[in-house]
């Protein structure tokens, strides 16, 4: 049964600490997307990559977010340093290329910052 | 820019009656794809239904059916003899499909449906 994988399911931390999570998506899906979802703000994306490469990070921001694919089959979404304001759950999704395939996503990262 | 427009705040249905979820989305492009997903309380997302621009047949997956209207811009979701476990988030979201769109799946904001027993 294949499916997108994320690490870690709950993390909770304090302000100032750096903050890794992890997504496997599933194996051969060359497209991969980190979106964030908040009550306020709902589900936005923060940066995709195809065949590993970055495509848009632009709905990220930059100087504490960084988003990578160090191989096919893993994506890493750093935060450093967290803050409150972070506090989210955070989506990894993967998908083949072709244009009318749907994303499957993972379960989520519950991220709470105190 | 695309933008998808779900105004519904919440909607309650009663068991095995059917129900509508409105949608409607703005892209100057013409080639584009429409999806729902459902969140329930447990967190995860499920790909419930696709349509694209140019399907000259409303989409349909069981008991959901996608009622699109391009002119209206409108692709509201229909679900049939609803049930408990359909409580839950919906959303509906867009994607460009042309040659050289971009992969961006552009989501609602959501629409909370409980069905009474």
């Known amino acids: 049964d294949a499916r997108v994988t994320q690490t870690p399911r709950h993390k909770v931390t304090e302000m100032g600490q750096e903050v890794t999570m992890r997504c496997q998506p599933i194996?051969?899906?060359?497209?991969v997307f980190w979106y964030r979802q908040t009550m306020m703000q709902g589900l936005e994306l923060l940066a995709y990559?195809?065949?590993?490469?970055?495509?848009?990070d632009s709905g990220m921001p930059k100087d504490r977010f960084s988003a990578e694919m160090p191989d096919a089959t893993l994506a890493t979404l750093k935060i450093q340093p967290s803050e409150p304001r972070d506090s989210a759950v955070y989506f990894c999704?993967?998908?083949?290329?072709?244009?009318?395939?749907?994303?499957?996503f993972g379960e989520g990262s519950r991220l709470t910052v105190l | 820019a695309q933008k998808i427009t779900q105004t519904q705040p919440g909607m309650f249905v009663q068991e095995k009656e059917a129900v509508t979820l409105d949608c409607t989305y703005d892209?100057?492009?013409?080639?584009?794809?429409l999806f729902w997903y459902k969140q329930p309380s447990s967190g995860e997302m499920i790909f419930l239904i696709y349509?694209?621009?140019?399907?000259?047949q409303n989409a349909t997956e069981g008991r959901y059916s996608l009622n699109f209207q391009k002119a209206r811009k409108s692709a509201n979701l229909v679900i049939s003899a609803s049930q408990l476990g359909d409580s839950a988030m919906y959303f509906c979201?867009?994607?460009?499909?042309?040659?050289?769109?971009?992969?961006?799946?552009?989501f609602g904001k959501g629409i909370t449906l409980s069905v009474r027993p």
């Open positions: 194996l051969g899906h060359n497209t």
């Open positions: 892209t100057s492009d013409q080639s584009y794809g």
């Open positions: 349509q694209g621009s140019y399907d000259e």
């Open positions: 999704a993967s998908r083949l290329a072709r244009n009318t395939g749907e994303l499957f």
């Open positions: 979201a867009m994607r460009e499909t042309g040659p050289g769109a971009n992969s961006k799946l552009t």
């Open positions: 990559f195809r065949n590993r490469a970055p495509l848009d």
